[in-house]
């Protein structure tokens, strides 16, 4: 597996004498994208520093395409966006990403990819006048340089409007298609959910999750919530035969195992009249990302 | 070598940008003028002429400057950007650390020499128009302009390494501030003191020179006095010049951008943005 755009093993990365990683794992196939979780300081970014060699690892091994983190083929095959990414403020857009492609040896069409980052009015003002959502364009911008392996895009929503986000995403997707692996590392659960194709979880340095969702959700067990909605005054009823908590005048609701979900289901049903609506709420990435972080323990 | 050019272009247009490359040619052009003019009264009683004058106040005008102009370009070379945040993407890419630095000092250098030029070329051009200048004095001007260049080029690096090694811009400023007074300023009164408390003895005659030499800014100042009598005769070191073999301050000056520089280099890798 020497192509493997990226793999880790066992990597431990002390800072002084704490030990921020510990001895994590982590592979990405070519076009996969994989969310990375984590509460602040967990060691999101610097997993990411240690892949890309900008800071050195004390024990396990990092792979990209086979490469070492830091040599020339590792960083060629490799695009990075920072965690509030920043540049100096006396250059363009343009100038800017004109140096980063000189530096990546890349002939592109930096107009274009400005204009495709939404940066096309603002390319040849000063970065100093941008906005926090413009700078992070442009950090997305200098991503598209190439044609990466990798890329590692640290909370790369993090300021972005609405819009932005979804461009964004879509960007994300492209380059996933053209076969480069993606991991973003973030806090946007509810974007990253719909979104990514495997979900890891960094619990203090330690990856304490790391599969897709649904095989997450399987793993944790967690209960399904099912909002009965009762018809007329029946809500006392319901709640006393199913065991449910009353929620408010007409609702009430039930928390099975997703194995008990269709007796639970038929039981419901057999009450008749006396139930008008029912929702599922199966558990989302929230409950899950609870879950597995070990929030959810008091 | 390429992404090295890339660099120093960037790094061009910013000088050009924030006016550092306007505001040090006014700098140099304004001393070194106003040196020429107060310079110019005694000429006769020396028998030079007085572009030669203009060059000696200018060698002593020169130490002080290039350093401190090199020194302000210097401090922020790494530090600024590891500040800013912009350091970590920068090393994501393929440039060495050693292009990345190499690129920040062509562009660096390429300010000063513009700067000096432009100085040192104008205060010798009007004080050729109006005192005279010979093929002698000439060729003073060309060496004390060549000299300066080099003598930035010490406190260039010397102002990355500070850069690498230290937390902060702040504190790199701060720092530079420190050399530039150590090398100036403070070295050669410790010589000074030394000599005084010697009085003649084994220290002034053997040590004293290699000493002195070891010092870049004085090597410089030493370079120019004993490669031009007239100008040694001006500004009165003779006496250092002559206890030493030609090639010391050449070597001493061409030796300590390359040793700075590697310095500056090493401290580098070991920055962690
Ligand atoms: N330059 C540094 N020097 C010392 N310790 C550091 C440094 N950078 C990070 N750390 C420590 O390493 C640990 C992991 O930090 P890291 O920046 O990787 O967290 P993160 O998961 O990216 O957090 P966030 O979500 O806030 O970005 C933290 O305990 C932090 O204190
Ligand atoms: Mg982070």
Redesign the pocket.
Known sequence: MDNSPLQIRALDKF??K?Q?LHGIDLDIAPGERLALL??????????I?AVLGLIRHEGGSIRICGAAPGSAAARAATAFLP?AVSFHPALTGHEQLTLFARLAGERADIDGLLERVGLGEAMHRRIGAYSKGMRQRLGLAQVLLGRPKLALL??PTSGLDPISRQDLYAIINELAEQGAAVLI?S?ALTEVEARTDRIAI?RK?IKVADDTLAGLTSQAGLPVKLRVQASGAHADRIATETGGRRINGASVEILCSPQDKMAELRRIAALGDAVADIDMVPPRLEDLYRHYSGEDRK | MRRAFAIARAEMLILRRNRWLFMATLIMLAFALALSFAGSAPTGTLGVDMLTVSVASMTTLSVYLAPLLALMMGFDAVAGDRDRGSLALLLAYPAGRGEILLGKLMAHLAALAVAMCIGFGAAGAVAAWFGGAGAESLMALGRLVLTSILLGAVFLVLGYALSALSSGATAAAGLSAGVWLVFVVLYDLGLLGAVVMDSGGVFTQKVFPWVMVANPADAFRLWNVAASESVALSSGMAGAASALPGWAAPLSLLLWPVLGFLLACAAFRRV?P
């Not at chain 1, 984590?38 to 997993?47: E, F, R």
């Open positions: 800072r002084g704490t921020v984590g509460h602040n300081g967990a060691g999101k970014s610097t997993l520093k965690e640290d909370e590392a806090h960094l340095g | 962690e």
